[in-house]
T-cell receptor
Framework: GQQLNQSPQSMFIQEGEDVSMNCTSS?????WLWYKQDPGEGPVLLIALYKAGELTSNGRLTAQFGITRKDSFLNISASIPSDVGIYFC?????????????FGGGTRLMVKP | NAGVTQTPKFQVLKTGQSMTLQCAQD?????MSWYRQDPGMGLRLIHYSVGAGITDQGEVPNGYNVSRSTTEDFPLRLLSAAPSQTSVYFCASRQTGAGANVLTFGAGSRLTVL
């Protein structure tokens, strides 16, 4: 099946620093999604991207849908302790089987106060 | 609205035992799905359903059964648990149709098979 390569696998940063993570694929996607998972909880949607080249912000978060439709990045500016968690990218393709979602392996973010 | 509710949150099984993970949603979502989460592997789709009476296999269906008798409920059954099924399981649902692609996840069920 399709695979998403998400990097880095983990990050340990100082509070106030900016964060960048990305996902790449050998296949194209119609939609890119970024989720955050807090400890002991299920993933929650942060940003959805629907068009190649689209750049979308949500507070301190900014994500872009790559021009080739095979990649996406997520930036977090001025990190704070509550940014701690696992961030997942997900690519979605629309086909005869419906909307199929493929997840990256996740980026575990740790923030030192 | 409660959203997506999963039970139990934690379960320990012995190899060969059977059990059912429950999932219920109160958002009238047609699409429901089960994922398992393992370290470094993200979320992998086990089974999904696009409506009552319709189920299909995902990426890793072996060892799991599902049924969808109502719109609200989508239980996941392990008929004979194996240690390889130790994982965190997430149920998720969404509306169907073009653009209706935002999955809402439950809080997860952590399963340990000894």
């Amino acid at each position: 099946g399709q695979q998403l390569n998400q990097s880095p696998q983990s990050m340990f940063i100082q509070e106030g620093e900016d964060v960048s993570m990305n996902c790449t694929s050998s296949s194209i996607f119609n939609t890119w999604l970024w989720y955050k998972q807090d400890p002991g909880e299920g993933p929650v949607l942060l940003i959805a991207l629907y068009k190649a080249g689209e750049l979308t912000s949500n507070g301190r978060l900014t994500a872009q849908f790559g021009i080739t439709r095979k990649d996406s990045f997520l930036n977090i500016s001025a990190s704070i302790p509550s940014d701690v968690g696992i961030y997942f990218c997900a690519g979605q393709i629309f086909n005869n089987a419906g909307n199929m979602l493929t997840f990256g392996g996740g980026t575990r973010l740790m923030v030192k106060p | 609205n409660a959203g997506v509710t999963q039970t139990p949150k934690f379960q320990v099984l012995k190899t060969g035992q059977s059990m059912t993970l429950q999932c219920a949603q109160d958002m009238n979502h047609e699409y429901m799905s089960w994922y398992r989460q393992d370290p470094g592997m993200g979320l992998r789709l086990i089974h999904y359903s696009v409506g009552a009476g319709i189920t299909d296999q995902g990426e890793v269906p072996n060892g799991y059964n599902v049924s969808r008798s109502t719109t609200e409920d989508f239980p996941l059954r392990l008929l004979s648990a194996a240690p390889s099924q130790t994982s965190v399981y997430f149920c998720a649902s969404r509306q169907t149709g073009a653009g209706a692609n935002v999955l809402t996840f439950g809080a997860g069920s952590r399963l340990t098979v000894l």
